[in-house]
């Protein structure tokens, strides 16, 4: 089923190193709403799921988000490469530093590291794919903050990119959630689980 091309889903090239923009980005790696917890997230999901269409959602938007994960720690290393001591105190970096050098570690930008209590796979269709698009609309608002924070227009290009694509699945997880609504025999989509009440 896997098939790994070794290229960035979208190109990044950041020509200066910043370590204060790293403290933050970092939180689309790890963070409550990052890239990490939702490819964990709806690869889980997608296991219950009743009905193939939504099942296919969740498999291509899992994977997607692998890629994305692979994006930010991209834009993560290339701005904590080649920082000087000066620099990693100037930011704020040191305490990150002494831990994990220049390595991506997966954290927040509150500093507390990723745990998969941030994501949910309930065994609900609806309970499940209503919790993504709130996934989606978060990590939308995540990327739209950082972008507020950023002036450099090599970080700039990709954090736009990962943000529309927050867009694109949501829509696609909303598209998910009318099929399973549209499977069910009765228009009250909260009496019934139609993963295990069939």
Known sequence: ?????????????IKNPNPALAKFIISQVGGPDGELGASQ?????????PYDEAIATLTDVGTEELA????VSTIIHQLTRNMTIEQIKD???????VDHTAGVYP??????????????SKGDAITDLVEDMAAEQKARTTYDNIL???????VIDPIRYLRERE??????FGEALRVVQDNLDCKNFYAINPEFDK
């Open 107 to 120: 954290q927040a930008a509150a500093g507390f590291p990723f745990d998969a209590l941030c994501f949910a």
């Open 148 to 154: 507020r924070m950023v002036d450099d227009p090599d």
């Open 91 to 97: 930011a704020g970096f040191e305490t990150y530093f």
């Open 167 to 172: 867009i694109v699945h949501f829509q696609r």
């Open 68 to 71: 994305h994960l692979e994006m």
């Open 41 to 49: 997230r709806y690869l889980s999901q997608r296991y219950s799921m």
């Open 1 to 13: 089923m896997w098939k790994y091309e070794k290229k960035l889903e979208y190109p990044i090239n």
